[in-house]
């Protein structure tokens, strides 16, 4: 089995390379690409140092599966190059929304791989993958009729420049230095911007539009689903208050028992002081945490959450994994 991953120094590409090293999957040779300008830089994995190569001049023809951790301008170009020799799962959102691509999170959806049409699997946006995880026991139970979801998103998912900078501009808030922002339309540290992506004639953005349009793809059509996303100063993980309305009627204790019972779910609802998951406890684990478990009594079968997930890893890179993973388990089929 070869696989190569195409923005290996990246925070998801290193992402990917741990939980492979992790899940100990059997890999003959492995390929790391970035571009020229990361070309010859050295990545240890299972305790061997591996070169980076120019993703300009790789052969694709030598691996089996890809995966692509670059970002939509990178997918648009090299995708479907790749994709004519091997099997591609792609983490921007540029095949998301194709009709030929299916959008996938093995937990909720693995029947749609029998759609595989151009070679090509999206993955979906960190945000939808932790949230349709949540809502899929609850969906197969009670069935959904909308969603109203506020997002409360690290900082990493802007990739490690916009780390860098929440680390920097607190630094200089704290010095009382003049703080500057680079990567976000207003200052970070100790702050939050509603705005993640850019502006829809609408007036939503286009990480709003993506949570709306995943979801519908990959769960049910017929959920109506309404957010605001909003960026904070946390490093790593994404939080989600969700208010969902059921078509049919639910008990407290069915929907504890169905999300803890479901795979990749992980209920911490104590109604106490810290009885609850938070960005820093999510953060390196390979679940989806639901908390503040509770009856929304100004709606009929209404419903809140609280949902809390590690978005380099459970969001992207455990989430491609598992679909290769599957892929491997099932001799690719759909291919």
């Known amino acids: 089995m070869n696989i190569a991953i195409v923005g290996a120094t990246g925070n998801v590409g290193r992402k990917i390379l741990e ?11 492995l390929y790391l690409l970035a571009s020229s300008r990361s070309a010859g830089s050295k990545i240890n994995f299972n305790s061997k140092e591996h070169e980076v190569l120019d ?26 190059k790749a994709a004519k020799h091997s099997l591609v799962i792609d983490n921007s959102s540029f095949y998301r929304m194709d009709p030929d691509v299916p959008l996938i999170v ?18 979906p946006n960190c945000s939808t993958t932790q949230l349709v995880i949540a809502l ?32 920097e501009q607190t630094k200089q808030f704290l010095q009382n230095n003049k703080v500057e922002s680079k990567n976000f339309t207003k200052q970070i540290a100790f702050n939050a911007i ?31 689903l309404t957010a605001t996303c909003v960026r904070l100063p ?12 059921f078509k049919n009627p639910f008990s407290l204790e069915k929907v504890r028992d169905a999300l803890d019972n479901f795979e990749g779910c992980k209920v ?49 890179a455990l989430n491609a994994v598992e679909i290769a993973e599957t892929l491997i388990k099932n001799n690719f089929y759909g291919k």
């Open 136 to 167: 899929k026991p609850l969906h197969d139970l009670f069935v959904i009729k909308r969603i109203v979801v506020s997002t409360y998103q690290s900082v990493s998912g802007g990739g490690k420049a916009p780390m860098d900078e929440l680390i």
């Open 19 to 29: 939980v492979l090293e992790k899940k100990k999957l059997a890999i003959d040779n």
């Open 55 to 80: 993703l300009e001049t790789f052969d694709f023809s030598k691996v089996k599966i890809t995966f692509f951790a670059a970002g939509g301008k990178i997918s648009e170009n090299f995708v479907e």
């Open 234 to 245: 946390v490093l790593v993980s994404h939080s989600e208050s969700v208010n969902i309305e």
């Open 268 to 316: 911490i609802d104590d109604r106490s002081d810290g009885g609850y998951s938070t960005p820093l406890e999510a953060e390196g684990r390979d679940e989806t945490f639901i908390s503040r478990i509770r009856e929304d009594k100004t709606v009929k079968n209404g419903l809140n959450v609280w949902i809390v997930s590690d978005n380099l890893l459970r969001g992207a």
């Open 194 to 224: 509603p705005h993640i992506d850019v502006f829809a004639d609408d007036g939503y953005t286009k990480e709003e539009l993506k949570m709306k349009n995943e979801t519908k793809k990959i769960l049910d059509d017929k959920i109506d």
């Open 106 to 123: 093995p937990q909720v959806n693995l029947d749609h791989l029998n759609n595989i049409k151009k070679n090509i699997i999206a993955n």
